[in-house]
């Protein structure tokens, strides 16, 4: 693999303490072509050389690292690129973390879980739960991070993540065994492990049978410790190289086991196997370690000399690399190698040393304890903070979405009331024309009836004035009977003439509405006269002038 896929490989998620660290030439080479690439890169790809060069110098330069990951995450959101911007969010938040900033690792883990469950990036949301066990486990609330590991492990079962299952499940196998419960523990390694086996042959899982050695011999069980541990070293032998600290390390868990077991010779030869690995790759550490063991087993094998040599060079090598504890421990040896050989005056020496370091690392214990409190309250603050933070958003958000929902509501019940009076509107208008239609209707038949009326009333006149009086017409005829019986030929001629002309003047009158008044008066004159022919002694008549225009027209 290349320097740069190392560099883009290079997130571990745990966090230590480190001192600054000295790049080598070839390391301070690769950021400086880094740099030389992020001028003219502008695409995703500047993204992940911003985040590789921030990983690079977050030990040496972290003011300008934290700088970098902030602006390569500004970068990843002003281009859309979402995996650009979480990767940014966890590595900040990684950072924060190997600095002991715990608070603002939180804040950032939980910022990146956020846009994780925003983008519903399942991968990233497991890795964010998974990062926020081991933070809540470094601050030493086992129970918060058992139940960010068990989420974790959850959602990878759910996108049937068999890697990030089984690393799950080795993740709660530490922490079960911080917690001393040693069934759960051992029941959550031998998961993980039958996951690697029989998806991944290949995987090297030496890792976890060392710690299931070791959680053996915490529980004193040691012949089963050490079929676990030399499965480990199996693996490391397969995996690692010749000289590595993995197997400096496991072969120091088989010695130890060695002697707690009493099988002295064998673990002789393994720890001193150990000690030449630990020495050739300067595991100061793991040297420490080996050389107490092999003090306290030539201290039970009865040779003296070099129990005290290796005693005082573990003292040695604990005293250079600062680990309080072994240098505790082997001056605890010391005082006991000495007193065995009669040197009480520097057993005394030993014995006063071992108390210093003693009450020097129960101090430090309390100070840690202290800090751990510290840092929990802090944490436990932040996350309050945030807690409140999302309340308030959560509420914000939902007066937002109630009064969305009052908008819409409104603009519904608006747009019905618009939509109804439209209706009504529409049912008014259609009503209104169908009533103005129905009033000319019935005007136009009121208007035809009275019309009809009126013609029926005309043609009523027409048939009595076309049909004059029968008993009229009879008299008359009588009349003109009469005079031709008396032989008045003269009153029958006269008489037949003028009952003749009322006939001619009814019959032309019957086709007319209206008459002129002259010719209406004629026919009454004519009628009269006829009545005066029959009776002439008892009828008499007059007429005056009329005192209005007889040219008018009247109805006959």
């Not at 060069?53 to 390569?72: C, G, M, W």
Request: proline content about 1%.
């Amino acid at each position: 693999m290349s320097t740069f896929g190392q560099l883009c490989c290079v997130l571990v998620f745990f966090f230590s303490g480190f001192s600054s660290p000295v790049f080598s030439g070839s390391i301070l080479s690769e950021i400086d072509s880094l740099k030389q690439l992020l001028s003219v890169r502008t695409d995703t790809a500047r993204v992940r050389i911003m985040i590789s060069i921030a990983r690079a110098t977050r030990q040496a330069e972290p003011d300008y690292s934290d700088s970098l990951f902030k602006s390569a995450i500004a970068y990843a959101i002003s281009i859309g690129d979402s995996k650009g911007e979480l990767d940014g969010y966890g590595a900040l938040a990684v950072s924060f973390g190997m600095r002991n900033d715990y608070p603002e690792a939180l804040a950032w883990f939980n910022k990146a879980l956020e846009k994780a469950r925003e983008y519903d990036d399942h991968g990233n949301i497991a890795r964010n739960y998974n990062n926020l066990g081991i933070l809540y486990k470094r601050i030493g609330d086992y129970t918060k991070s058992l139940g960010y590991y068990s989420q974790a492990l959850e959602l990878k079962m759910t996108n049937n993540d068999l890697v990030g299952i089984a690393n799950s499940y080795s993740n709660l196998g530490v922490l079960s065994d911080l917690m001393d419960d040693f069934e759960s523990s051992l029941n959550y390694y031998r998961q993980a492990i039958s996951i690697y086996l029989k998806n991944f042959p290949d995987y090297d899982v030496s890792g976890i049978y060392q710690n299931i050695g070791v959680l053996y011999l915490k529980d004193e069980q040691y012949d089963s410790a050490l079929v676990y541990l030399k499965k480990g070293l199996a693996l490391v032998l397969r995996y690692h190289d010749d000289n590595s600290y993995e197997k400096a390390n496991v072969m120091g868990n088989i010695g130890n086991a060695y002697i707690k077991m009493g099988r002295y010779e064998l673990a002789n030869e393994i720890l001193m196997e150990a000690l030449e690995v630990a020495e050739k790759i300067g595991a100061r550490q793991e040297h420490a370690n080996i050389l107490y063991n092999l003090g306290l087993l030539h201290h039970k094998l009865g040779n003296k000399s070099k129990a005290l040599d290796f005693a005082l060079e573990c003292a040695r090598v604990a005293d250079e690399t600062r680990i309080k504890e072994r240098s505790k421990d082997a001056r605890e040896l010391l005082a006991k190698l000495y007193e065995w050989t009669g040197d009480y005056e520097k057993a005394l020496v030993e014995q006063k040393l071992a108390r210093l370091y003693h009450d020097s690392l129960l101090n430090e214990q309390q100070i840690r304890d202290y800090e751990n409190k510290r840092v929990q309250l802090e944490v436990y603050q932040k996350d309050r903070q945030l807690d409140i933070q999302k309340l308030e958003m959560n509420v914000l958000e939902g007066n937002i979405a109630l009064e969305k929902q009052w908008k819409w509501a409104l603009v519904i019940i608006l747009s019905l009331l618009g939509v109804s009076l439209v209706l009504v509107f529409q049912k008014y208008t259609t009503r209104k024309k169908v009533n103005k239609h129905l009033s000319e209707k019935n005007e136009l038949i009121s208007n035809q009836k009275n019309e009809i009326e009126k013609m029926n009333r005309e043609l009523e006149k027409r048939m009595l004035r076309a049909q004059l009086n029968p008993h009229f017409i009879f008299n008359a005829l009588n009349s003109i009977q009469h005079f031709i019986v008396d032989n008045n030929k003269g009153s029958a001629l006269k008489y037949l003439s003028k009952f003749s002309n009322l006939l001619r003047q009814v019959l032309e009158s019957s086709v007319s509405l209206k008459l002129i008044l002259a010719e209406d008066i004629r026919m009454l004159k004519i009628y009269i006269e006829l009545e005066a022919l029959k009776m002439p002694s008892s009828m008499r008549s007059s007429w005056m002038k009329p005192s209005i225009s007889t040219s008018l027209k009247c109805r006959p």
